[in-house]
């Protein structure tokens, strides 16, 4: 008899779908190149959070610890590199999930470099991860990024469909992963993904906020839940008014899905 | 005194005979090159299990949590990788045993890659795993699969009896080997593999249905307890018509058992 | 609902500045080169600490053990690495939590070598520390030392404030970090850290006092902390004069804090 | 106050000798170059074991497990590792103390490849079986093979002696060892394993039987306390025939005991 | 507040002097080289001990359980390597503090090499033995050796007392060190490790007793505690005429102790 009470992603659901506010960026890049005096502070963001409507905030442990307010639903990624090292990325846990749970996360993070040498130690170790959120009630949500020798194009949609897919396998309630730059390709990697949502990975600001939202407009029509966004918002002048433009695409757009028979 | 009530492959079995559905195909090759776009969906593998008759499933933990409907008996494999990292295989659990029974699982499948650099690791961690299975009550499955610089042909008579024996030693219940071509070989693998059950890893899609049939009759006459099939009955257009084919072989067809004597 | 109750730097700080003597020259750099016969001796440390008015001492579990006398308050360094070995540099722990509090500490410090290729075991390390560290109710201390082959400048603003910025996010409650040099761009590592306190690492003594007495000037003026201090105090003849000139400074001098608006 | 009650060879020995069946051919080297139709059968060995005379009988957990009815006392064999892979042995634990004492074991064994460079985990994971096996009140026996790189012969006098003493210093409570090939030398290993008690490791299968039987009688010459054989008595014709005459060298040879004064 | 009672060496000190009798050269090195007749058995060394009146006598868990007679107080070390293995050393923990003491250990030996590129893997591992003794009440002891490619003169003033140093800043209770060659350079490693007891390294059997005896007056001169020795007793004719020209020494010479001023 197949289990009960899988946990779902409902907290950080708005009708289905789902708007995130990622903030990694100082331990994963440096608080240099893309922080600046307003948003090199947690506060601000959590702040955005709040105020701009956001289903979920993910912090790192420290951030949640210091910073984290009860206003929004929290995430906490629970693993994490610097930029510096270069080579076959790996990514180690800091932070128990107890430890989190105690710091109010209702959802857990963790980034997988699929590919990578060491893929096989971040399959091992989210597996305990997502066993110890499912005791505790709460999803895992995977970041799943395709790197290192083996990857050659990190956004084609062989890959970013086995990423998603792989996030299914091992579990994840949801995944974090790349445009593959239009929607029909994207909805490959969705359905690949099966019952995990898909939320687009945010990526690096674009040259004009309608260039995000038509990535947006897309993952959305591809049938992706939704979005987990950083410096597109934070590095933003207004970030509440991209906020509202995001909101409009996730919230009100129709997804085109996809026909499946048995 | 020897221990009594080691666990059985019984649950799997109809009359000391079984047909396994294998669906971790997603994982260990992504989803792009053998999926489509309704076998992409375990709903539909799910189904096919239940429609056509066979005696187990196995689901990677992700495909068990959101997929598993209880229809017909769970193996959950609690290993994997995926196929872009290259160099000596190794593959780490995801799972442990005790979350896989939660999960309703009556067996545990383990890959061991026999000859690679790691399997070391391998037999280590299934020797946790097997012990943890039985202390459930339920049986162990060991896919070994020879690889790595130092297997020159993964389907010799030699290689394939040795990844049959190291199952038996290890305590798995229940192999899960390539066929070596055929029957007489192949007996010898069966043997060497003494009272853990033998079952021939199904492989990639055969040209006609015909061959596929014509190498389990030869894995049946060789004493083998049976198929886990993948990619032959689910890329297949029919699916329950080539199972109906295939259990007409393994439930029917007599087995040239070997004599043996003291 | 965020935790409560997260522990502070309190116990170590005077009006919300510090002054901590660091000693563990003799672990990581050897008794011959930075030592003589007066500050080879522990208890000499110890003495200086109490007479000088320090905010804290800082010794490896070894020295606590048999040295420590509760005059001042205990922070134990839990990991330490010879200078022998060259290479990417580690420093694996040595010291539990437990144990340290059963010695009396009121802090743990620990050691990352941010972007060393073995970075990810001591951010691994480090989170369980700062978990325990916290259920004990005591701060944890991050030593973050940008080293490795991927380092060129170990004092830029940019990598500096990396540093600070990892210990933030790790849940560090105060990290201690090189001088960049000036006050303006250590500002940036101030403000990069966040609520985690900064303290400027002493580094090898200066040629006279006036200089390392104008480098903390900076430090301070930048918004730190404080400082913690090992060569430029026991190296110097008359270390409680140095004490009382760097008190000066650290509790007198005025933060020219940067503004921040969201 | 010395310990009392270490636990002895006793289970296994005939005044104070002993003939042992291993059978661990299977994993370590694969069922084909060495197995017939007959002894590749567990059950034909165990039956050999029981009507040989044998005072005991080594199998791999699965063995164990799958064929072992307790007709003579049993060892398990916690580690292996194929003859697949090349370069500097290592041999991992497989089976736990606790799960070998449940499956009926009188004894736990365990191989050791003295001077590769790997010798280190296999040193530290012997030293924890062993002392399980004690608190299970049962004798911990080592196979200590010299291999790798730094080994140039590994029958000489000096390495075999090694071998029994790293044995002795370990805490095994009997080694087996290699045949340096006369008796003579082969006392200096038996006096260097001290009270660990010296097991002539059988090795591939002689020429003439007479061969076998006259090393044996050099090995008990020496002192030792007999025999671990597999090939020279299951690949023989007559394994009953070749065990009784073993038998007459091992319980009635006498010793030429070598005299120690201190 | 600090921690009472931490455990001393005063179990092995006869006036704050002491004389260890260590033999695990039969680990660590074979009992070829230096072993005879006689002294290949432990029981003549334990003879030699408890007659010669030593503090102590220093085995490895083997021959603790199977020789030690509960004469003298035991040391157990705990770890230990062949020399067969060439390149950077370590040593491995083969048996835990707990079954020492079940033993009979009144102290726990550990060797750690320093220098090398494992020595963080010691530094850890001797870390949890130090806690582990202590919470048995009984001293840890570590053999300190610089060794591996970044140490040029293993007995130079400097590399001595930074092995000295290590010990004490680690929480050893006493330090086993090499000698420097004179007592004024020896009395600076006695100077740096503080309040940890300092034991000479008995070292390679000499060409006179009287060379060795006037190495130990140098020792003792220098403020060491005493002498772990070895090959320089039980490879001698006299063992117990050479231990009695030795407690001469180590009991009755005065050291020239250096001056300390805060």
Known sequence: MPRKNIPTMDTFLTDGRSMLLAYDQGFEHGP???FNNKNVDPAYIMEIAAKGGFNGI???KGLAEKYYDGRVPLIIKVNGKSSLVKGEPDSKQNCSVEYA???GAKGIGYTIYLGSQFEGNMFQEFGKIQQEAHEHGIPAIAWIYPR????ANDTSREIVSYAARVGLELGADAVKIKYTGDPESFSWAVKSAGHARVFMSGGPKTKTDEDFVSQ???VI???ATGLAVGRNVWQNENPLQIADALKKVIFKEKAIEPSIGV
């Open 58 to 60: 993910v912090f790192q």
């Open 216 to 218: 947006v407009r897309g």
């Open 221 to 223: 029509q591809a049938g």
């Open 148 to 151: 290192g020798q083996a990857v």
């Open 32 to 34: 240099s190149l893309d």
């Open 101 to 103: 749970v105690s710091l």
